[in-house]
Each structure stands twice: as C-alpha cells, then as structure tokens.
C-alpha cells in the first residue's frame, strides 16, 4: 500500500500573508487537496506566524472533522510550551517534533536523539496521554543507538529528513547514496519498532525511487515542491500526480 500523502499547507499560507487578505484560503485550498484523496494535511506554525496563523489550527480542525472524517491533521514544530498548549487544545491525529530554531526558515536537519532524551520523553509523553501519536524528525543516517533513543523516548514515527536527497537532483551518483542512506535507516527504524514517515524536497520525479526503496513508508509530509507544481496543474491534479509517484 503507497505512503499516505499529507499536504504541507504553509506554502498556501505565506502566499496569503503577503496581503492583508483571506486569500488564498488555507482551509480552502486544504479541501481540494483532501477531495483530490490527499490522507491529511500538516502545518508547522512558528512563533511569528509568518506562514500558518494560530488561529489557521482551529479551522483546519474543524475542516477535518466534519467534512474529511479518516483524514489526519499533522502539528509539526519545536515542543515549546506555547506549541504543546496549541496540540493539545486541537488534538491532531500526529504531532512531528523537529529541534528549530524559531528563526530558521524551514526544518534542516534531525534530534540528537542521545543527547536529549530525556526532554524528549518528557513531552513525547505529555502528547502521548493525549492519545496524540508522536514522530520525531531524523537524520538521514541516523545510527542504531539515535534511533534506539527515539524510541525509548516514547515515538510512534520517525520522519526522515530527505533534504540532502531532494537537493541531489542532477547528480546521479550522489542520488543513489542518499537514498541508499534514507533505506539503511528507514530499516534499522522499522527493526525498532519505529514506523516510518519522509519529508523535504519531495517531488514527483524523486518520490517514485524512494517508494521503492522503502516500500513500508507510512506518509510522506510535502509543501513546497507540491505548491510549486499545484501553480502549473492547479492543486486537485497536484495531488494525483504525487498520488500517483508514491506507487513507486
């Protein structure tokens, strides 16, 4: 069964924020993706709201609850108190913990599982008793004892961080060995216990090989790359055509 697509709406939302203006709509376009057969959507709001408001969490709840019932809601970003109080008030289906920094512009690499494994069980737990299924956003080539440590500290998933495989497109050699990379440690998560999650730079062209080479991929979580293309084929078609490179 092909990974389950989770549109990344903060693209849509940056797009709005450029004007003091309901357009385009989040939960609007966050439709269309759904009705296109999308699996759920995933927003990452930082503390200056420069793409997703706070106030787009409540309505992209509402939109899922009473029209898209069996779609997920995934809330990824840095555990802070203020994000944690934001989760559990809207009780997403899945929660991503990336280590950000609120001013980097987009997530860019994984937790040092290891190192703080403690702070991690900690708030994966307070999640947890939520009934909030939690996954942790990894290095591609994480090693057994990082991997080890996520689980100890309570995930459900780990998400793979795919940058450095999305941003070897052209290099055919370099290709190969991060996907060789993102394979290695998708098994040795899965021998864990960990299922497995992919995110980055994901795109039509780069998604079909990855399938292949983890053929027990759970989702795949994709903004920009999806944004981009839905500019040229409108969003419905977007998602079909991801849709579609997820069968590998």
């Known amino acids: 069964m092909p990974a389950s ?9 940056y797009l709005r924020n450029r004007r003091d203006l309901p357009w385009p709509s989040v939960t609007g376009i966050g439709a269309i993706a ?3 057969g999308a699996g759920g959507l995933t927003v990452h709001p930082r503390p200056d709201e420069r793409h997703i408001r706070f106030s787009d969490v409540p309505a992209i709840r509402a939109l899922i609850d009473d029209r898209f019932a069996g779609c997920e809601f995934n809330i990824e970003g840095y555990p802070s108190e203020d994000f944690l109080a934001l989760c559990i008030a809207n009780e997403p289906e899945q929660v991503t913990l990336v280590p950000d920094d609120p001013a980097q512009p987009t997530s860019d690499h994984g937790w040092d599982f290891v190192a703080v494994q403690p702070f991690l069980t900690k708030v994966v737990g307070q999640l947890r008793d939520k009934g909030i299924r939690v ?18 500290a309570g995930a459900a998933r ?17 290709t190969e060995a991060e996907l060789a990379k993102l394979k290695t440690t998708a098994e040795t998560a899965l021998a864990f216990g960990l299922d497995v999650n992919a995110g980055h730079d994901l795109t039509v062209e780069n998604l079909p090989a990855l ?5 027990f991929l759970a989702e795949t979580s994709i903004g920009h790359a999806l944004t981009a293309d839905a500019l040229v ?3 419905a078609e ?3 055509r991801f849709l579609k490179a997820l069968e590998g």
């Open 135 to 152: 996954s942790l956003f990894a290095d591609p080539g994480a090693s057994e004892a990082q991997l080890e440590a996520a689980k100890a």
């Open 233 to 235: 084929y409108g969003m």
């Open 5 to 13: 697509l989770s549109v990344n709406l903060n693209a849509v939302a």
């Open 211 to 215: 399938a292949r080479a983890i053929p």
């Open 158 to 174: 780990v998400e793979l961080y795919t940058g450095p495989y999305g941003s070897a497109h052209g290099d055919p050699v370099r």
């Open 238 to 240: 977007t998602v079909k």
């Open 34 to 36: 759904l009705e296109a």
